[in-house]
């Protein structure tokens, strides 16, 4: 066998390694073969894209329902926040962790790789006018069910300074669901007037991870409308002071 010979017969052996591991963290993936693919490519695409780092480390848990609360400043912002939380342990196996997002309902049902990436992603489809009480129910149910529900408060992309206004729909949900909110504020993401601009624009992002937020001070209360803003305002109060900005709070319309 000529050392050429020998060299190629390494290089499939490296290859079909790797490819044996693919298909075992393939095999892994209790959420399909869409998710493993995603977690792949981001794992590349947003460390050498965006120079990705994370301030302490990632408390979200690793079988149990949460919610996922943080700025929105950027269309990475998803990819940004999931970066970090793609293994769960089950049955002394680690498998892949979604976040499902709320998201609009016309990005949800775009065609193409936009439509194609949220329905893979779990996302929850959601009327801009507020008017479906159905993606509410569905967060409750998966939040139940152990998954993680991401959800960005200040509705869409926010370019100004500080944090927006938030519709009280994020307290009813962590109240009825009783489980925890961490707030996770984003740095440094690319803003543009284009929806896609940023996911080609290098950066440095960074991700500042909150502790878990109790919510059981506020269980055993009669939901009115005062108590679910009051509990609004305290969460989004967390997601500024963890991110060095303003809440904008007096620009509520709540009734």
């Not at 994370?54 to 943080?70: D, Q, V």
């Not at 790789?113 to 993606?135: E, K």
């Not at 998954?147 to 200040?154: C, K, T, V």
Request: glycine fraction near 8%; include cysteine.
């Amino acid at each position: 066998m000529t050392p050429d010979q020998l060299a190629q017969l390494v290089l499939l052996a490296y290859a079909a390694i790797a490819v044996g591991l693919l298909l075992a963290s393939q095999r892994r993936c209790r959420d399909g073969w869409k998710v493993w693919l995603l977690y792949l490519v981001e794992r590349i695409y947003v460390a050498f894209m965006f120079h990705w780092r994370a301030n302490g480390r990632c408390p979200y848990p690793e079988s149990s329902g949460a919610i996922i609360l943080s700025n929105h400043r950027s269309p990475i912002d998803p990819m940004v926040a999931w970066m970090n939380s793609h293994l769960r342990y089950e049955e002394h196996a680690r498998s892949i962790r979604v976040i499902g997002y709320l998201m609009a309902r016309e990005y949800f049902e775009q065609p193409g790789l936009t439509g194609w990436i949220s329905r893979a992603m779990q996302s929850i489809p959601v009327n801009r006018n507020g008017h479906d009480v159905g993606p509410t129910r569905e967060a409750v149910r998966r939040l139940e069910r152990g998954d993680l529900i991401g959800i960005f408060p200040e509705g869409g992309i926010n370019t100004g300074d500080g944090l927006r206004a938030a519709d009280s729909g994020i307290a009813f949900l962590a109240l009825k669901a009783n489980v925890p909110v961490i707030p996770v504020y984003i740095h440094g993401v690319p803003q543009s007037e284009s929806m896609i601009a940023p996911f080609y624009t290098p950066c440095r992002v960074r991700v500042t991870y909150g502790t878990p937020i109790d919510l059981s001070p506020w269980q055993g209360q009669r939901r009115t409308q005062e108590l679910l803003q009051a509990l609004t305002d305290e969460l989004m109060r967390k997601l500024a002071d963890l991110g060095g900005v303003t809440y904008n709070h007096s620009t509520n319309n709540a009734s």
